[in-house]
């Protein structure tokens, strides 16, 4: 019987929050041989929801959940975590300029990277989901401080990256496991470059890359579009912004980050900027690259060609980040 582990949902009374925290129970990011402790961090106010959501737990009898702890501290609810799942963010409401919500969520993520600093093994995967990502987790690395390391953290590009691997599926036709090596670049924003150059398709007559099987100009153009703007639509078709996509999304990812990564594929996951600076990004930003994951161990796919219209995204979407970083240190008087 396997020693359980500590993983910690943030949010998890909200919408992602529970469309997660089920199917963690059951198996579906840690396999079904770990049993689980969860950690369910939320705001007082919603601590009674979340106690409903605690009984529908109970009442699925999951055979690996070990135990489940709600708590509005973050931390006791980041007591020896291995793995993280940061979703409660601030929303942005109307009116609201982007420097009060960076400020509004710097203070949420300042508060639990300090307690994820001090209280998560140091081998604890945190990954952030609630928005703006990148940055939010930017700031929650820095208050954890130096015990932690870059390849502690991530923030969450997968939900584009599964976008993108439905919409190429559909065009052609084809179930999403022919369909390889897509990529996101950068922030998980509208800027976010949705690259289908290095993409493959097996179709009846053999491996194809994308870029033939569709036309380039739409995948560059009308393609994109669509997948950078996806959230906005499923908002105005459903009443309410993604929840079971953005959960399997930040199931897939930490799943892949913890189990590795599947062989003759890559995944977009945002990172700390590596200290070699691949494809001329530079430090200090949370950007999303394609990646391997062996053992734990995050890679960034190297050498890949990218044609003058991604690499010009690939600029802009880094200068959007370093903007955001600039307004969210003024924002928390970080030097
Ligand atoms: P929601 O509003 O339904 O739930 C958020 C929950 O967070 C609420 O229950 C709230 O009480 C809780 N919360 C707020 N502050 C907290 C704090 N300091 N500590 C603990 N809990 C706190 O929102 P939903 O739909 O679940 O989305 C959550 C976040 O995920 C949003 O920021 C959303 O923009 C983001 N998101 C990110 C995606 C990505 O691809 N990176 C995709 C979809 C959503």
Redesign the pocket.
């Known amino acids: 019987m396997s020693t359980p582990i500590n993983v910690v949902i943030?949010?998890a009374?909200?919408?992602?929050?529970y469309a997660i925290m089920f199917r963690i129970a059951k198996g579906d990011v840690f396999g079904c041989n770990q049993k689980i402790n969860l950690h369910l961090?939320?705001?007082e106010p919603?601590l009674p929801a979340l106690n409903g959501c605690i009984m529908e737990l109970q009442d699925c009898a999951f055979p690996n959940l070990a135990g489940v702890f709600p708590t509005a501290n973050p931390e006791e609810a980041f007591k020896d975590a291995d793995a993280c799942f940061l979703?409660?963010?601030?929303?942005r409401k109307d009116g609201m300029d982007r420097s009060a919500l960076l400020q509004k969520n710097g203070g949420?993520f300042r508060v639990q990277g300090e307690a994820i600093g001090k209280f998560a093994k140091k081998t604890v995967k945190v990954l952030v989901?609630?928005?703006p990502?990148n940055t939010n987790c930017l700031i929650c690395q820095h208050y954890a401080g130096a015990s932690l390391k870059n390849e502690n953290f991530s923030?969450?590009?997968r939900?584009?990256h599964n976008r993108m691997l439905g919409e190429i599926a559909a065009r052609l036709n084809v179930t999403t496991d022919k369909v390889k090596k897509v990529i996101v670049w950068g922030n998980?924003s509208n800027t976010q470059v949705d690259d289908a150059s290095h993409a493959t398709v097996e179709l009846a007559d053999g491996v194809k890359a994308v870029y033939g099987a569709l036309p380039q100009a739409d995948l560059e153009g009308e393609f994109a579009q669509k997948i950078a703007t996806r959230?906005g639509a499923v908002i105005k078709a459903r009443g309410a912004?993604?929840?079971a996509s953005?959960a399997n999304?930040a199931i897939t990812q930490m799943r892949d980050w913890w189990c590795s990564t599947p062989e003759g594929d890559w995944v977009s996951m945002a990172i700390p900027v590596p200290d070699d600076e691949p494809y001329g990004i530079k430090k200090g930003i949370i950007y999303s690259f394609p990646v391997v994951v062996k053992q734990g161990v995050v890679e960034v796919v190297k050498g890949l060609e990218c044609n003058a219209h991604i690499q010009a995204g690939m600029k802009k979407t880094e200068d959007e980040l370093i903007a955001e970083k600039q307004a969210a240190y003024e924002a928390l008087n970080i030097q």
């Open positions: 943030t949010g009374a909200g919408q992602i929050g961090l939320e705001i919603a979703i409660g963010a601030f929303p949420i989901v609630g928005n990502a923030a969450m590009t939900l584009d998980h959230g912004s993604s929840a953005a999304a």
